[in-house]
């Protein structure tokens, strides 16, 4: 069975600072990660995604996030946030054969200008 | 916390057959749910937005006919999927959006795994 930590519930940052949300999981088989964002008032969104290869996944709205797999972790990181980066985000983790999509709980980021 | 229990958590049925899946939100109260559908290697993707009381919002392509929502109370929604096709088959989510004294904000279903036949 897989697991997912976020522990950071809410993370305040001021605008244009460096923010990274953490994501812990656990698992007894190989897994893909995912970071999802909800704006508020909207459903859920990929915000981007391993599956294999590079360890290092970007996404076209400047966050990044690093498979380390023997820190069993999947941390999100943006250099410079923007006000338009208030949201919540969902670290999530599935097996490969799919049989079920963990979330976690997910972090509130609150950009404050 | 907010706790969303889905049933059933895997279902087969036949072609041609209709399934209904549950979302009960167990210690708050939801009157919103979300109904998400995923292929493998794929995101989520939002299929309706289910409101207590009111008739679903739902997304581009998705079929309002095939996919009926539910959400008659302020604990429960669900989706049917009615004359199921093998296409259909999916893992499909959902979640509630906590609101009231205690704001847990949004929080998910363990999902079930429809496999049409």
């Known amino acids: 069975a897989q697991s997912v930590t976020q522990l950071d519930s809410q993370v305040p940052v001021f605008e244009e600072a460096p923010v990274e949300l953490r994501c812990n999981y656990s698992s007894s088989v190989s897994v893909y990660l995912f970071w999802y964002v909800q704006y508020p008032n909207q459903g859920l969104q990929l915000l981007l995604k391993?599956?294999?290869?590079?360890?290092l996944v970007e996404s076209i709205n400047g966050f990044e996030a690093e498979f380390n797999k023997s820190q069993t972790s999947f941390h999100l990181r943006k250099p410079s946030v923007h006000i338009s980066d208030t949201a919540e985000y969902f670290c999530a983790v599935s097996d490969h054969s799919y049989d079920k999509v963990i979330f976690g709980p997910g972090t509130s980021l609150s950009v404050i200008p | 916390g907010a706790v969303v229990s889905q049933h059933p958590s895997r279902v087969i049925c036949k072609s041609g057959t209709s399934v209904k899946i549950e979302c009960r939100s167990l210690d708050f109260q939801a009157t919103t749910m979300f109904w998400y559908r995923q292929f493998p290697k794929q995101s989520l993707m939002l299929m309706a937005t289910?409101?207590?009381?009111?008739?679903?919002?739902?997304e581009q392509g998705v079929e309002k006919d095939k996919f009926l929502i539910n959400h008659a109370s302020l604990t429960l929604s669900t989706l049917t999927v009615t004359s199921a096709h093998p296409e259909d088959s999916s893992f499909y989510i959902c979640?509630?959006?906590?609101?009231?004294?205690?704001?847990?904000?949004?929080?998910f279903g363990s999902g079930t795994r429809l496999t049409v036949v």
């Open positions: 979640s509630a959006w906590a609101t009231g004294g205690l704001n847990y904000g949004y929080t």
């Open positions: 391993y599956l294999s290869g590079s360890t």
């Open positions: 289910s409101n207590e009381g009111s008739k679903a919002t739902y």
